[in-house]
Structures are given as C-alpha cells and as structure tokens.
T-cell receptor, first 114, second 115 residues
Framework: AQSVTQLGSHVSVSEGALVLLRCNYS??????LFWYVQYPNQGLQLLLK??????LVKGINGFEAEFKKSETSFHLTKPSAHMSDAAEYFC????????????FGSGTQLTVLP | DAGVIQSPRHEVTEMGQEVTLRCKPI?????LFWYRQTMMRGLELLIY????????DSGMPEDRFSAKMPNASFSTLKIQPSEPRDSAVYFC?????????????FGPGTRLTVT
C-alpha cells in the first residue's frame, strides 16, 4: 500500500532562509507525486507535481522539488523564505490500482519568522 | 474558470439535524472527491465519483453519511443525523481524465460545526 511520511509536523525558518520540507513515500509502482499548500481557511492548492521525465520540478511561488527514486523522497525546497509562505504543506502520492486516488501525508506547518 | 465551488462555507447545526453540503466541480472534470479534514485524523478521502458514478465509498464513516452526484456539475454530501464528532472541514475536489498529472483541484471547503 502507498504511504507518505512528512518528517516534521512543524518547521520554522527565518525570513530569507532556505525552506526544506521533507517527504518520503512508499509505492509499489512508479508514482506521481504532488505538493499542495493550504493557507488558513482555504482549500488545498497545487504547488507542483512530478509525473515523468525531469526529476527536478519547479512550481509556483519559487518552490521546487526533486524526485529521488533511490531515496524514495520528494523534498520541497525554496531558496529564500517569505512571510507569505507561512502555511501548511501536504505531500501526496497516487495510489496504485487507482487512476485518480491520492494518498496524502499528515502535513507540515511552516512558520516564517521575521 | 471559477474553480471548484462549495456551499455553504460555514454550517452550524445541532446534533440530530440533517446537513447537506454541496459541490460544483470544475466544468469538464469527470472525477469528483469528497474529503474530511480534522486535526486528529488529517485529510481523509470519504468517497469519489467517476462520470457521476460512485467508485469507492470505503472511506464513508457510517451509514449516516451519503453522497450523490445526479449530474456532472453537482454533488451533495449528506449527514443524517449529524453528531458532534462530525465537526470538521469538508472539501470537494475534482480532476480530469484528460490531465496528464492526475492532480486534484480543491474547493474552499465547508466548515461544519455540530453542537
């Protein structure tokens, strides 16, 4: 069965510092991988996705993630944090045997300190 | 595109009452998902539809929960009778078979409070 582990339910960084949010997955088939962001009182918004091809994926708001098959990881990074990046971030993976279902991680709350 | 539309945005009801949540998916999308989000359990998939047909409802917690999709542009999630433990944010999401990435697009959610 597919699973997603997000290390660190809370991450704090200073404004301007590197953001690194960790995601590891397990999947019996080549996965599609996603990062979503959720701002307070809003729905989840797609940040970026990996399907096939280039393993470094660029998304919105300056975020990027790298698919590393050998490490079963899909960590999210941003070189310089902005106050507006404060939100909850979810990693997700497609479920094998299902065309459309996603398995979500438990989320990482990002705090950006001034 | 207007995105996924959900109504109401907030619902406060008393235990035992019927609650109906509504969702309009993105036009042209053929998959629709209902999720529930709580602090304790995170994001849970309740049920999903393909071309208006329920495909997997194994996440529906109890018989008190039911979902319908009478047409491609409308779905409802009903709770009858409601209980305080049903308090959560309920999200609807949709996706398209034509998309290459299988990504889902989420609505703004309905915050349900059952007192």
């Amino acid at each position: 069965a597919q699973s997603v582990t997000q290390l660190g339910s809370h991450v704090s960084v200073s404004e301007g510092a590197l953001v690194l949010l960790r995601c590891n997955y397990s999947s019996s088939v080549p996965p599609y991988l996603f990062w979503y962001v959720q701002y307070p009182n809003q729905g989840l918004q797609l940040l970026l996705k990996y399907t096939t091809g280039a393993t470094l994926v660029k998304g919105i708001n300056g975020f990027e993630a790298e698919f590393k098959k050998s490490e079963t990881s899909f960590h999210l990074t941003k070189p310089s944090a902005h106050m507006s990046d404060a939100a909850e971030y979810f990693c997700a993976v497609t479920r094998s045997g299902s065309a459309r279902q996603l398995t979500f991680g438990s989320g990482t709350q990002l705090t950006v300190l001034p | 595109d207007a995105g996924v539309i959900q109504s109401p945005r907030h619902e406060v009801t008393e235990m035992g009452q019927e609650v109906t949540l509504r969702c309009k998916p993105i036009s042209g999308h053929d998959y629709l998902f209902w999720y529930r989000q709580t602090m304790m359990r995170g994001l849970e998939l309740l049920i999903y539809f393909n071309n208006n047909v329920p495909i997997d409802d194994s996440g529906m917690p109890e018989d008190r929960f039911s979902a319908k999709m009478p047409n491609a542009s409308f779905s409802t999630l009903k709770i009858q009778p409601s209980e305080p433990r049903d308090s959560a944010v309920y999200f609807c999401a949709s996706s398209s078979l034509q998309g290459t990435g299988k990504e889902q697009y989420f609505g703004p959610g309905t915050r349900l409070t059952v007192t």
